[in-house]
């Protein structure tokens, strides 16, 4: 206790000294937490957006379907069990011609009816066009169409025979998933079974339960397995982000150490005093190494002072992307809502404190091998 009360009061007269090292700390710990926050937030995000727009709680593909193959298309289909809950989606390669420019895409029959995923297709149902379609914001600003337009749409049947008919699109959906939007263009399952002779049949079958039942000849793809993809793309952000703030850390902690190998050297004096009075050579190293500790103490408290309502706000009111992030193919929504777990907060405030300590710790061991007689003569050692 005494160690702890001493600590306080040398920090203390130290002044301006202790408050410089504080507030750099307490930068590098809201900046640790705002980085990690705001992925995580874009974890979260993400999952649940493709869960919601594209892979459900998991999917059955077809024996021999591979969506990055569109020449197993054709051999990847399959009759799905009318018991099975989820939604069947038929594949097929097409192209459109907006313009007079030939576009290729994956054109995708899924029911009208259907409410598992978050696309519109009721809106499908209640068109009353001959052929009507959905398209997402970033295929119609491609192809530069909009509710109403009437484009050729080509596809080959299941013999392989070329067949075109007019589409109109009926609406434009706005999916922060950009897998289910660009290159693509919906239809009603039932209108493509039946134009391209596929009665009944698809590629694959987005389950609405985790624990769905086998469907013979179809592999399950569980809901982990389909976001791999997007927990690499953190795993690496998160990867490049921790070399920028731990630069940042290091700086500080230099900053630190700096601090306590000046006070060991100017302080030679007060240190011999303490150990003339009793205090063993640990005794002292606990001192100085308690000191470096509360620069850290303080410097989450200051960063939890003005961090925590700036955190909270970025958290509340989201932080807007740039319109390029559009462009980058994951699932990114306007705004990314950072998450502050509990875990996270514990796990910055033990990174922050223990590197502290043992920054101060390193410059206190010198103290161990002083002699009180010549630091006591002012004798500089």
């Known amino acids: 206790m005494i160690a702890w009360t001493l600590a306080y009061r040398n920090l203390k007269g130290a002044g301006l000294r202790t408050w410089l090292n504080g507030s750099i700390l307490s930068l590098v710990f809201v900046l640790i937490l705002f980085i990690n926050g705001m992925l995580d937030g874009w974890n979260q995000s993400a999952r649940q957006d493709t869960a919601d727009w594209e892979i459900g709680e998991g999917q059955f593909w077809a024996q021999d379907f591979d969506p990055l ?10 009759k799905w069990p009318q018991e099975a809950e989820g939604v ?23 029911p009208a009816q259907q409410k598992l995923l978050a696309l519109p297709t009721a809106l499908l149902a209640q068109s009353k066009a001959d052929f009507p379609a959905l398209i997402g914001r970033r295929m119609a600003k491609n192809c530069q169409l909009k509710v109403g337009d009437r484009i050729l749409l080509r596809w080959r049947d299941q013999k392989g025979s070329f067949d075109a008919q007019e589409v109109e699109i009926v609406a434009i959906f706005d999916s922060p998933v950009a897998a289910v939007d660009q290159g693509q263009i919906w239809v009603d399952l039932a209108n493509l079974q039946a134009k391209t002779g596929l009665q009944e049949q698809a590629n694959l079958f987005v389950a609405a339960k985790a624990n769905q039942q086998p469907i013979a000849g179809a592999l399950w793809q569980d809901k982990e397995k389909l976001l791999a993809p997007i927990n690499k793309i953190i795993a690496s952000k998160k990867g490049s982000s921790q070399f920028s703030y731990y630069i940042l850390l290091g700086i500080a902690l230099l900053a630190l150490f700096d601090t306590q190998v000046l006070s060991i050297f100017k302080r030679q004096k007060e240190i011999g005093t303490y150990i003339s009075l009793g205090m063993t ?91 009180p007689v010549a630091a006591l003569k002012g004798k500089l050692q």
């Open 281 to 371: 050579p640990a005794q002292v190293q606990l001192l100085f190494t308690l000191e470096g500790g509360l620069y850290a103490i303080l410097g989450i408290l200051l960063g939890g002072l003005y961090g925590g309502p700036l955190l909270y706000y970025f958290a509340q009111n989201g932080i807007p992307m740039p319109a390029m992030a559009d462009e980058m193919g994951v699932s990114m929504g306007k705004a990314i809502y950072p998450v502050y777990s509990l875990g996270l907060l514990l796990q910055t405030v033990l990174i922050i404190l223990g590197s502290s300590f043992l920054v101060s710790y390193w410059p206190a061991r010198k103290i161990a091998g002083m002699s």
């Open 88 to 110: 069947p989606i038929l594949w097929r390669q097409g192209s459109i011609y907006p313009d007079g420019r030939m576009y290729p895409l994956i054109i995708k029959g899924i």
């Open 69 to 78: 193959d569109p020449f197993s298309y054709q051999e990847g289909l399959k």
